[in-house]
């Protein structure tokens, strides 16, 4: 579990230095512990341009990954849906660690365009969580970088490089294919 917690937190540090590269001046605020939005799937708050933004993190730490797992159940064992599904965050900012990129998912317009797509599409896969004595189980949609990048309007990725107080941010086409950059 400390690995995950590790890579959630290094996630979370990143996606709040692409959000600073992408609105200097602009303030983000880490609401994780509140549960006010914890039950709303916002992770950050983003004041910028006199809005206040939702912002969902997920952070990936497999390495070379060319595909989101988008979680459509959050617990299988007590049925819980997945934040890719019930986050009422504006934006889903994705951090693959091992490839050093963070996507910016406009979260309505992917949400809508997943559901829009044929059943079957996407693979579906399991992962198991231990916390403590328990175990549950996690469902998510395999879904296709290139593809989501391509076919959803204000997706965008980024190169991001460096110490996490201090990145080297770069915006990449949507095409561009992930790169290992350790």
Not at 41 to 66: A, F, H, M, N
Not at 134 to 163: H, N, Q
């Amino acid at each position: 579990m400390k690995g995950v917690l590790g890579a959630a937190e290094r996630a979370v540090q990143l996606a709040r230095a692409y959000l600073a590269y992408r609105a200097p001046g602009s303030r983000v605020h880490d609401v994780q512990g509140d549960p006010r939005f914890q039950h709303r799937g916002v992770d950050l708050l983003w004041e910028v341009d006199g809005q206040v933004l939702g912002v969902e993190v997920k952070g990936d730490r497999q390495p070379r990954r060319t595909t989101y797992f988008l979680e459509v159940i959050s617990n299988l064992e007590k049925q819980t849906p997945g934040c890719f599904l019930y986050s009422e965050a504006d934006a889903f900012v994705y951090v693959f660690l091992g490839q050093g990129e963070v996507h910016h998912l406009p979260l309505q317009k992917a949400r809508s365009w997943f559901l829009a797509q044929p059943s079957g599409t996407f693979q579906v896969k399991h992962t198991h969580t231990r916390i403590g004595g328990d175990l549950y189980t996690t469902v998510g949609a395999v879904v296709p970088v290139e593809r989501l990048l391509a076919e959803v309007d204000g997706a965008a990725r980024f190169r991001i490089e460096g110490p996490v107080d201090g990145p080297s941010i770069t915006p990449l086409p949507a095409s561009a294919r992930a790169r290992s950059v350790g």
